[in-house]
């Protein structure tokens, strides 16, 4: 229903920082300061939240929002198990309860009464009312509230309110420059640098593109996978093609354009 899952604390995702972003999650953390990231889609927020969560030896929640979530799915519901009616905790509610990390990734998709829910967890209160059960939940120690979202891609309706905004720190992501992206592109595929170089110097080159015809600028994640594609026998362009082209666009003319761009970069 979720889409939650934990980390533990020994299992720390890889991640390289850009910046000083770390020391400002471990100082929210201390502060028991909501966080709140903002950046295109593949640059790296979740995988920056699990590896803090771990770092700090915190349980995560991530959820997944999207257009049906509601304030229901995050705070638990009735379930009928065994022939008896069961209140089930949702994933904000275990978090609450166990001082863990909740992330919600891309929390502007949710249904606009998640945004209620919020406010009263985001402040000096941090408190959770549960209205069906007529708990309510005072944030236990370790407990974060984590949003991400990508204001790039928001058009007016798909935006957070600035009474939202204001109750979060924020971090601004953007793609990895290219000193940091490559590393990266090695590690995650195994691919080797000349070849990462290649893939992270077209992505850039995509990356220019946003706003002329491309929405959105080619992720990371997409890089990795263009990357290991290339370390599983596939051919160099093909693998671009699939993972760094395809993705980008429908329209056959885009398409075409991308591929031509692809054919100068990679000669």
Known sequence: ????????????PFYLPQGDECDVFAAAYAKSLPLLLKGPTGCGKTRFVAHMAA???????????HDDLSAADLIGRYLLKGGETVWVDGPLTRAVREGAICYLDEVVEARKDVAVVLHPLTDDRRILPIDRTGEELHAAPGFLLVASYN??????????????RQRFLSLEFTFPKPEHEIPVVMRESGLDRDRAAL???LAGKLRGLKGQDLEEGVST??????????????????????????PLSDDPDIRQG????????TG
Request: hydrophobic share 50%; glycine share 10%.
């Open 55 to 65: 770092r700090l030896g915190r349980p995560l929640y991530t959820v997944a929002c």
């Open 221 to 246: 994640r997409l890089v990795v996978y263009a990357a290991s594609l290339i370390v599983g026998g596939m051919g160099v362009e093909r693998a671009i093609r699939a993972a760094m082209i395809e």
């Open 258 to 265: 991308l591929l031509d761009l692809v054919v100068a970069v």
């Open 199 to 201: 893939l992270v110097r």
């Open 1 to 12: 229903m979720d889409g939650t899952f934990p980390v533990k604390g020994a299992d720390a």
């Open 151 to 164: 204001p790039g891609y928001q058009n007016i309706l798909k935006t957070l309110k600035p009474s939202t």
